[in-house]
């Protein structure tokens, strides 16, 4: 019994093709991102071609090529086309604004995430002492924002809604968000492609994470009667750190291809460890001596003199280095 011969369809490759083609459409304006709910609303456009290509391109490497041409013209029609004919549309491609008030209320500390888009980030102390936090946004797409819980309240304020690859830019637009000094907040941040001035020195921080994304950061941590941690995850963006003066702090640093620089105040009582350098380099001021070394010359621990008697300390640990670079001054 002879088997029917198969080949390998072409359809996948060409509705590749037809993304990175859509996408290039769309950042050169020649598509209007809003028209993308014409295609949310023929959804189940794709299921059919899906079926088309299992029943006749699997069978010939050009009718699956065919299948992946005609699903292509058809995307770029209704982008063009669709709000003309009337089909729906949506709102993902305009710059929308959203005011936030968020009264203390009660509220004597907070857990607050706040995840940001592609739009620079200005974050600092509040203006009114009454509200827990401040927020104007400029956006895309949809913005999920919730608050529950008192006395200890939770806070989160995340973009929301797909299609990111298509959504207009506008250089104008901010993320501009304010915290209470006043009360305990444990903050954790998802970055961006955006830069990020993230001003924390005025707050009352009891833990802090900054899931670094491809933009740039200057971050400032605030002194603290209490320890605390600060946790850095790195990406492919640059982070330029300020720390404190007044505070016992332990700050954790697992880099990417990014660079770090870590700016020290003066007389401060540091350790500086290096636990995994990988191919990145290491920057140390003078005023570090070694303790104890690592696996390689980069690796390894040094501290100031006189650090274990120090009223404050200052303890950077760097788990991982990744490609990028660790500076300290």
């Known amino acids: 019994m002879n088997n029917p011969r198969r080949f390998r369809s072409f359809f996948w490759p060409m509705i590749l093709i037809g993304v990175g083609l859509v996408w290039l459409l769309g ?21 059919i071609l899906i079926g088309l290509d299992i029943l006749f391109g699997r069978r010939s490497p ?7 041409l005609l699903a292509i013209v058809a995307v770029i029609g209704i982008l063009i086309a669709g709000p003309a004919l009337g089909l729906p549309t949506a709102s993902v491609g305009v710059l929308q604004t959203r005011t936030i008030t968020e009264p203390v209320n009660g509220a004597t500390d907070a857990n607050v995430i706040l995840d940001f888009s592609s739009q620079p980030v200005n974050l600092h102390p509040v203006s009114d002492p009454a509200n827990l936090l401040e927020a104007q946004i400029e956006y895309y797409g949809s913005l999920s924002y919730s608050s529950t819980g008192n006395p200890t309240r939770q806070i989160s304020l995340s973009p929301s809604g797909g299609f990111a690859f298509l959504l207009g830019s506008d250089t104008n637009a901010r993320w501009d968000i304010g915290l209470n000094p006043a009360i305990p907040i444990n903050l954790h941040l998802g970055g961006s492609s955006g830069s990020e001035a993230i001003d924390l020195s005025s707050l009352r921080l009891t833990a802090f994470f900054l899931d670094q994304g491809s933009g740039s950061v200057t971050a400032s941590l605030p002194p603290s009667p209490e320890p605390y941690t600060a946790e850095f995850q790195g990406a492919s963006g640059s982070l330029d750190l300020s720390l404190p003066a007044n505070a016992t702090l332990t700050v954790r640093l697992d880099g990417g291809s990014g660079s770090i620089h870590i700016r020290l105040p003066a007389g401060a009582a540091v350790r500086f460890e290096v636990r995994s350098s990988g191919s990145g380099s290491v920057n140390r001021p003078s005023s570090l001596s070694q303790a104890s070394s690592g696996a390689n010359r980069k690796e390894g621990v040094w501290q100031t003199a006189g650090y274990d008697q120090a009223a404050y300390q200052l303890d950077i640990i760097c788990d991982g280095l990744g490609s990028g670079s660790i500076t300290l001054e």
Do not use: C, E, K
């Not at 050009?62 to 992946?68: D, K, P, S, Y």
């Open 27 to 47: 950042n050169l304006g020649i598509l209007r991102p809003a028209s993308i709910g014409a295609l949310i609303s023929l959804w189940p456009l794709v299921l």
């Open 62 to 68: 050009v009718i699956g090529a065919l299948i992946g």
